[in-house]
């Protein structure tokens, strides 16, 4: 079964965002993934940007005028 962290990043300035996202992901166990929600802008596409880099697999969820949710797949072995 696998598991559904949550993270809020709403509101939360670069590149804090992505650091908090790296620290979240390594906390990850093999069954667990990460719904992020964070800012559209410049926010977004650091962060997206660096999932590409960091080779993590995920999908936007949602997506509004203010914020998109992204949720982020846990290739942990």
Known sequence: MTSLKHLDLKSVPC????????????????????????????PEEMVLNNLKEMGCLFKEIKENKKFIKIIILNDNK
């Open 15 to 42: 590149p804090l965002n992505v650091v908090k996202i790296k620290l979240a992901l390594e906390k990850l166990s093999k069954n667990e993934q990460l719904i992020v929600e964070l800012d559209k802008g410049e």
